[in-house]
């Protein structure tokens, strides 16, 4: 089940990162949602076959995502949904990881 989380994240990382750069030319924001998304449905898909290292990949693409969001906190409602959506991510996934260590 936490296959989903991390399958919505990285259509959504995806999403963004086209809509970033489309509305505002933002290279960094292209090949941070690329990234960061293709991380997170690569988890989600290990997740969802029970390949190893789907959790940490969730995990560390969770940390990823509010690293590079929380400067960003006060500068607007993205940048703000953004580092509290991957700080729930976080948690879920850190949690996780450590009901399965």
Do not use: C, H
Not at 37 to 53: E, K, T
Not at 63 to 70: D, E, Q, V
């Amino acid at each position: 089940m936490s296959e989903i989380p991390a399958l919505a994240a990285g259509f959504l990382s995806l999403i963004g990162g086209v809509i970033g750069f489309a509305r505002k030319r933002s290279v960094p924001s292209l090949i941070g949602g690329l990234s960061v998304g293709g991380l997170y449905i690569w988890s989600g898909l290990a997740l969802q076959n029970g390949q190893p290292y789907g959790l940490e990949g969730a995990l560390g693409s969770s940390i990823l995502l509010f690293l590079s969001s929380a400067p960003r906190f006060p500068k607007g409602s993205v940048p703000k949904i953004l580092a509290l959506a991957s700080a729930s991510a976080t948690v879920y996934y850190g949690l996780a990881y450590l009901d399965e260590v």
